[in-house]
């Protein structure tokens, strides 16, 4: 089971001092909430991509490079690559420099996002937002695993002869997540390939996702990847924290109301109560999240976004460490005493690479 955190990168003002930061003091944040996650002992950081205000995260391999000099064993990954309005070929070469550069440190979740406008900014039409993502990864997916390509399709120009440089570190691709909060057919896409599904069931009710998990299942087992109780499944999760749980809320309460994500909607309560956000203490933070096996299964990666609605980063640190400290660890062990030893861990690179080692062989 890998725990993490991940980064939206907005740009949002304190509600409590009315102060915002500039753009270099949220970039800076980001990176040394990497690192803290980092020394903290947590398994995953992963940040968004963005291309508008009030987000600031627009190069994730940028961030992650310069993350993955100043860190030691955290796994980077993206929390969403526009599969849509990012160039296949493109998205195949930065992430095979990340991973030459992080020492296989690496995997992606590809999305469509959720800025109807970055369609046109990147000369893409929103309409055609799923046959994209479909197209676009098909030939992704050949990139990495293909040293010389033939290609041509609907949404970019041909490719002959073509190579993308670097190669995948020891010719194994990057583990991809596909991430959605809404479309069955990205989870049909994750089972087709026997990748990763994502789940970012941070806004809406949780028998919504409930049924995107159990159609990518069903539909894993149906392409001969394992059973259902075996496909790779990630969630996301909100949570803040202090010692009781009376604290938690009245700190937290400000940020949420303003918050550009769910600010100004349902309450506090309603919100804590109908998705994954816990407001409270450790050991309700331990609770909550254990109660996700309940409806989803035995999944592979648990992640929580942390730094988000104009929180101050010594706050972002302060949760850092109840996480590391009092609450992943009996996260850590209570699911992996739960999970049958016939449910794999999620991909990491050296796992993919013994695989791939061992289909090699005669």
């Known amino acids: 089971m890998q725990f993490g955190i991940f980064t939206v990168g907005d740009l949002t003002a304190d509600p409590t001092t009315g102060r915002t930061p500039t753009e270099a003091e949220r970039i800076k944040a980001m990176v040394a909430i990497a690192q803290k996650a980092d020394e903290v002992g947590l398994d995953v950081f992963a940040t ?41 070929v493109k998205i195949a070469e930065d992430f095979a420099m990340l991973q030459h550069l992080a020492d296989g440190r690496v ?66 691709a990057p583990f991809v997540w596909h991430g959605s909060i809404r479309s069955p057919e990205i989870a049909e896409q994750a089972a087709y390939y026997g990748d990763g599904f994502f789940a970012n069931n941070i806004f809406w009710p949780r028998d919504h996702f409930v049924r ?27 949570v803040f924290m202090r010692k009781n749980s009376q604290d938690a ?60 609605a104009g929180l101050p980063l010594k706050t972002v640190l302060e949760q850092l460490d109840l996480l590391g400290e009092q609450v992943v660890p009996v996260l850590r062990r209570e699911f992996d005493a739960r999970r049958p030893a016939h449910v794999p861990e999620a991909p990491t690179h050296a796992s993919l690479l013994a695989s791939n080692r061992v289909e090699v062989l005669p």
């Open 48 to 88: 968004g991509e963005h291309h508008n205000p009030p987000f600031v995260p627009s190069s994730p391999t940028t961030m992650l490079g310069y993350i993955a000099a100043r860190t030691e064993r955290i796994l980077l990954s993206t929390a969403t690559t526009l599969i849509t309005t990012n160039d296949p």
């Open 107 to 172: 995997d992606l979740m590809l999305g469509r996002g959720n800025t109807g406008p970055v369609y046109p900014w990147f000369g893409k039409d929103i309409r055609e937002g799923i046959p994209l993502a479909i197209e676009n990864y098909a030939l992704l997916h050949r990139l990495w695993r293909e040293d010389v390509v033939n290609w041509e399709g609907r949404f970019r120009t041909p490719l002959q002869a073509f190579t993308s440089t670097p190669r995948p570190l020891d010719g194994v």
């Open 212 to 238: 995107l998990v159990d159609l990518y299942r069903r539909r894993f087992e149906h392409y001969g990847h394992g059973a259902a109780d075996q496909a790779i499944v990630g969630l996301g999760g909100q």
């Open 249 to 308: 809320v009245r700190e937290f309460r400000p940020y949420f109301d303003n918050a550009p994500v769910y600010g100004h909607g349902p309450s506090l309560e309603d919100f804590t109560e109908q998705t994954p956000l816990t407001v409270g203490s450790p050991q309700e933070v331990i609770d909550k999240t254990l109660s996700f096996r309940e409806s989803f299964g035995d999944y592979q990666r648990q992640l929580f976004l942390m730094d988000h």
